[in-house]
């Protein structure tokens, strides 16, 4: 911090937004994987529903899957992440 002088605080924040631009790309691939069992949604209807919304979008998904977070919570959620593929958390 002495050798960058008053600026240090600048690339603190530099440090600190790659490090978090990271782990935001790494979650959904390396992190919850290890932590959750993804499956495929079983309910055509509400897939067909989700991926038309994703199209309509502009998001390139082709299938969704749902993860049973009963045992980390029991609060009622839903969530969508994920890298290519989107997952929704039911």
């Known amino acids: 911090m002495r050798r960058l002088g008053k600026n240090w605080w600048i690339w ?3 440090v600190a937004i790659i490090f ?3 782990i935001v790309l790494l979650y959904p691939i390396l992190i919850a994987p290890r932590f959750n069992k993804y499956t495929p949604l079983a309910d055509e ?15 390139p ?3 969704v899957y749902q993860v049973d977070a ?3 919570s029991d609060r009622v959620s ?8 989107r997952h929704v958390e039911r």
Do not use: F, P, T, W
Not at 45 to 59: R, T, V
């Open 70 to 72: 009963s045992r980390q």
């Open 20 to 22: 978090q631009a990271v």
């Open 12 to 14: 603190g924040a530099v």
């Open 61 to 63: 998904a082709n299938d």
């Open 45 to 59: 209807k509400i897939k067909k529903s989700i991926l038309s919304m994703a199209h309509a979008n502009g998001i």
């Open 78 to 85: 839903e969530r969508i992440s994920g890298h290519r593929a």
